[in-house]
């Protein structure tokens, strides 16, 4: 990510055009467990207290934007 970072500033600061420059795929971490109720991802040990939480949430967070419909 810094270096992707590096690579941006040195573009812009040539006046270049970083529309060009490919993007990263998402990286997705195997341990992170989803919420059912808002789809959020969350490491195990967030995800123990998020998901009774959210369970009874009213107002929940939006789900995430490929999520939503």
Do not use: S
């Amino acid at each position: 990510m810094m270096k992707k970072n590096r690579e941006i500033k040195k573009i812009i600061e040539e006046g270049g055009d970083i529309t060009k420059i490919p993007v990263m795929p998402a990286q997705k971490n195997d341990d992170y467990v989803e919420c059912e109720f808002c789809h959020w991802w969350f490491a195990p040990l967030t995800a123990e207290w998020h998901i009774p939480h959210c369970k009874n949430l009213v107002h929940r967070p939006k789900p995430p934007p490929h999520m939503r419909k």
